[in-house]
């Protein structure tokens, strides 16, 4: 009898399947309103950092505000207002795009 098997056979009272259909319901709800939202935004953010191309305005999650010069496979190089910085990839925020007033300055 596995683990899961036993858990039910203890938490199942003597006459109803009731306790099974609650816990497969808890289960739905933890999905839907917990799981699914957080695996549809690690896509678009995924989507998002894939997508990076060099001129794009972008904000880390350090809080810098760069313009990309270059990118590859794992890092792109951002312009600042005091020169260049390269950052990892996964350090690109994608909750937004860069407003552009700290690269104004480096023009």
Same mark, same amino acid.
Do not use: C, W
């Given at each position: 009898?596995?683990?899961?098997?036993?858990?039910?056979?203890?938490?199942?009272?003597?006459? +109803? #399947?009731?306790?099974?259909?609650?816990?497969?319901?808890?289960?739905?709800?933890?999905?839907?309103?917990?799981?699914?939202?957080?695996?549809?935004?690690?896509?678009?953010?995924?989507?998002?950092?894939?997508?990076?191309?060099?001129?794009?305005?972008?904000?880390?999650? #350090? $809080?810098?505000?760069?313009?990309?010069?270059?990118?590859?496979?794992?890092?792109?190089?951002?312009?600042?207002?005091? #020169?260049?910085?390269?950052?990892?990839? +996964? #350090?690109?925020?994608?909750? $937004?795009?860069?407003?552009?007033?700290?690269?104004?300055?480096?023009?």
């Amino acid at each position: 009898m596995s683990i899961f098997q036993s858990i039910l056979a203890q938490a199942a009272p003597a006459g +109803g #399947g009731s306790t099974l259909v609650f816990i497969l319901g808890t289960m739905l709800v933890f999905y839907f309103f917990i799981m699914r939202p957080q695996l549809k935004k690690q896509k678009e953010a995924r989507k998002f950092r894939e997508n990076i191309a060099k001129g794009d305005r972008v904000v880390t999650v #350090g $809080g810098i505000h760069g313009k990309v010069l270059d990118v590859n496979d794992k890092t792109a190089l951002l312009q600042v207002s005091k #020169g260049e910085i390269r950052v990892d990839l +996964g #350090g690109i925020s994608a909750d $937004g795009v860069a407003d552009g007033e700290a690269i104004n300055a480096a023009r």
